[in-house]
């Protein structure tokens, strides 16, 4: 079995998330296409030598349900009957053309071999997600551009004021108990709600198609938030929050309220949240240091395009 890592990127709109279901205490592979860990293990099993077992990917980030991504890590082991290891470059060519043909909108970005010990979720540093939502500049537009239908937030508000927008990021940084803006997880593990953002701003973005007439009838608006982990809907309750305090929907001190009483019932109801495609995974920062480490070198044999491991000892 030989370990690898992966880079890839989804738009996640036909997309269940990330994750793959499982069946709990039973060892059954399960041909998942409907989640993007399940599409990539679905194309890796058919690569050439075949694998003899299945499979499997460990996921840095686990975005949700429509959530977006630029660029997100994993890792991989594989296995083949000669136990050798895929030609990075021919898996790329090979793995994008299976996407392609079955209509995935995923991406395998990268391909690299590394020891058999490395773990990826190690490996990252900091986490930065991305909140696209654009603003009509007269409300009674309803004419949207085509290619932002199921990527960009369309909100509407005659109240709108981003410098309140901008006072209210101050309340989410250093160190809070996000309980309230975590969604209730079923998981058994323990779940540490005490988090602290790096950095939480807003700036105005850009449309992604600026030759589209439509889109000069709107603002478009980036809320950026970063750090080391996220709990499950922190980042969407969190713009919610932003948008309803601009907005006057909500006031500061209900923010405060929320975070100073954590709990998973407590955050307002009459806060609408805010739908999954304006999210972006927009990047992973991690630790070079530790990767290089795991990287395992290796040369192309120019007879058989095979892959010959250039220390064989630190495999």
Same mark, same amino acid.
């Given at each position: 079995?030989?370990?690898?890592?992966?880079?890839?990127?989804?738009?996640?709109?036909?997309?269940?998330?990330?994750?793959?279901?499982?069946?709990?205490?039973?060892?059954?592979?399960?041909?998942?296409?409907?989640?993007?860990?399940?599409?990539?293990?679905?194309? @890796?099993?058919?690569?050439?030598?075949?694998?003899?077992?299945?499979?499997?990917?460990?996921?840095?980030?686990?975005?949700?349900?429509?959530? $977006?991504?630029?660029?997100?890590?994993?890792?991989?082991?594989?296995?083949?009957?000669?136990?050798?290891?895929?030609?990075?470059?021919?898996?790329?060519?090979?793995?994008?053309?299976?996407?392609?043909?079955?209509?995935?909108?995923?991406?395998?970005?990268?391909?690299?071999?590394?020891?058999?010990?490395?773990?990826?979720?190690?490996?990252?540093?900091?986490?930065?997600?991305?909140?696209?939502?654009?603003?009509?500049?007269?409300?009674?537009?309803?004419?949207?551009?085509?290619?932002?239908?199921?990527?960009?937030? $369309?909100?509407?508000?005659?109240?709108?004021?981003?410098?309140?927008?901008?006072?209210?990021?101050?309340?989410?940084?250093?160190?809070?108990?996000?309980?309230? @803006?975590?969604?209730?997880?079923?998981?058994?593990?323990?779940?540490?709600?005490?988090?602290?953002?790096?950095?939480?701003?807003?700036?105005?973005?850009?449309?992604?198609?600026?030759?589209?007439?439509?889109?000069?009838?709107?603002?478009?608006?980036?809320?950026?938030?970063?750090?080391?982990?996220?709990?499950?809907?922190?980042?969407?309750?969190? %713009?919610?929050?932003?948008?309803?305090?601009?907005?006057?929907?909500?006031?500061?001190?209900? %923010?405060?309220?929320?975070?100073?009483?954590?709990?998973?019932?407590?955050?307002?109801?009459?806060?609408?949240?805010?739908?999954?495609?304006?999210?972006?995974?927009?990047?992973?920062?991690?630790?070079?240091?530790?990767?290089?480490?795991?990287?395992?070198?290796?040369?192309?044999?120019?007879?058989?395009?095979? %892959?010959?491991?250039?220390?064989?000892?630190?495999?």
């Amino acid at each position: 079995m030989n370990r690898y890592l992966i880079k890839f990127s989804y738009l996640g709109t036909q997309y269940r998330g990330v994750q793959k279901n499982t069946i709990a205490n039973i060892n059954i592979n399960i041909y998942d296409p409907d989640t993007i860990q399940g599409v990539l293990e679905s194309a @890796f099993s058919t690569l050439n030598p075949k694998c003899i077992t299945f499979p499997k990917i460990a996921c840095s980030s686990r975005t949700d349900v429509g959530v $977006h991504s630029f660029y997100n890590l994993g890792h991989i082991d594989l296995q083949n009957a000669y136990n050798s290891f895929y030609n990075p470059n021919e898996v790329l060519k090979y793995v994008n053309q299976y996407l392609i043909n079955c209509k995935h909108d995923i991406r395998l970005l990268e391909f690299i071999p590394v020891k058999n010990d490395f773990r990826v979720r190690r490996l990252v540093k900091r986490r930065t997600y991305l909140y696209r939502f654009m603003r009509p500049k007269d409300n009674d537009n309803y004419k949207i551009p085509i290619m932002e239908l199921r990527h960009c937030f $369309h909100f509407r508000s005659d109240t709108f004021d981003p410098e309140k927008l901008k006072q209210a990021t101050k309340l989410f940084m250093g160190l809070k108990d996000f309980r309230t @803006f975590s969604a209730k997880s079923h998981s058994k593990r323990e779940i540490l709600y005490r988090r602290e953002l790096n950095s939480l701003y807003l700036e105005k973005g850009t449309a992604f198609t600026p030759y589209d007439s439509l889109s000069q009838n709107f603002d478009f608006w980036n809320i950026t938030c970063s750090a080391p982990s996220f709990l499950y809907k922190q980042v969407r309750r969190i %713009v919610s929050c932003l948008l309803g305090i601009s907005c006057g929907l909500i006031t500061e001190k209900d %923010v405060i309220t929320m975070l100073q009483v954590p709990g998973h019932h407590n955050f307002l109801s009459c806060i609408p949240l805010v739908p999954p495609f304006g999210l972006y995974l927009a990047n992973i920062e991690y630790h070079q240091e530790y990767l290089d480490k795991f990287i395992i070198k290796y040369k192309i044999s120019p007879d058989d395009n095979s %892959v010959i491991p250039l220390d064989e000892n630190k495999i």
